[in-house]
Nanobody
Framework: QVQLVESGGGLVQSGGSLRLSCAAS????????MGWYRRAAGKERTLVAE???????KYANSVQGRFTISRENAKNTIYLQMNSLKPEDTAVYYC????????????????WGQGTQVTVSS
């Protein structure tokens, strides 16, 4: 079993910055994809950014150039540095881990954190 614990959400004014962290623990050999999704009120959950162990990164168009995802493989931890925040970035941000290889070399899929609220005031 894999657990994801997020931290770093909060309230910030438009133009401000926040940094989210997500630490994975449990039966882990390697996590092939870690990333962040977000769900705004009344909307579907959408991809924000994801990163592989080799550092291959994907960003949503809406955050490109403002958000930076990074990863510490040895700690199974990812970070999301969010700059130039806008009110439309307000959402619950969820960490996820996908295609997790366990110590017994089995695959596990789609583990999610509990979510952390990010609110950007105008």
């Amino acid at each position: 079993q894999v657990q994801l614990v997020e931290s770093g959400g909060g309230l910030v004014q438009s133009g401000g910055s926040l940094r989210l962290s997500c630490a994975a623990s449990g039966d882990i050999n390697v996590i092939n994809v870690m990333g962040w999704y977000r769900r705004a009120a009344g909307k579907e959950r959408t991809l924000v950014a994801e990163i592989t162990p080799a550092g291959r990164i994907k960003y949503a168009n809406s955050v490109q150039g403002r958000f930076t995802i990074s990863r510490e493989n040895a700690k199974n931890t990812i970070y999301l540095q969010m700059n130039s925040l806008k009110p439309e970035d307000t959402a619950v941000y969820y960490c996820y881990a996908d295609r997790v290889v366990t110590t017994s070399l089995h695959y596990e899929y789609e583990h999610w954190g509990q979510g952390t609220q990010v609110t950007v005031s105008s």
